[in-house]
């Protein structure tokens, strides 16, 4: 069973930092595309960032210059950095690889989603 486990969230003031880590475990082939998704209460899942197993990025504009996503491809992890926080990043952030596993001698793909993360910034 694939599971990804971030940590990492919690209360920090406006202009503050946070970093969020995701570790993906179980019968893991191989991981493509990694990312961090967040849902404000009454609105919808957004992008915030991703990384491509080569680590090419991509960034929401609304956290460009103020969020860093990187990989370690060796321990299947995922980070988000996120300085100069926000209000308005008041977030759960959820942790999403698209990654192949074994399911007995079978290869499956997967898009497969952590439990989500809370992020507050509020003074």
């Known amino acids: 069973q694939v599971q990804l486990v971030e940590s990492g969230g919690g209360l920090v003031q406006p202009g503050g930092s946070l970093r969020l880590s995701c570790v993906a475990s179980?019968?893991?082939?191989?991981?493509?595309?990694m990312g961090w998704y967040r849902q404000a209460p009454g609105k919808q899942r957004e992008l915030v960032a991703a990384?491509?197993?080569?680590?090419?990025?991509n960034y929401a504009d609304s956290v460009k210059g103020r969020f860093t996503i990187s990989r370690d491809n060796a321990k299947n992890t995922v980070h988000l950095q996120m300085n100069s926080l926000k209000p308005e990043d008041t977030a759960a952030y959820y942790c999403?690889?698209?990654?192949?596993?074994?399911?007995?001698?079978?290869?499956?793909?997967?898009?497969?989603w952590g439990q989500g993360t809370q992020v507050t910034v509020s003074s």
């Open positions: 990384i491509t197993s080569g680590g090419s990025t």
């Open positions: 999403n690889a698209n990654l192949s596993a074994w399911r007995g001698a079978n290869l499956y793909r997967s898009d497969s």
């Open positions: 179980g019968p893991i082939f191989s991981i493509n595309g």
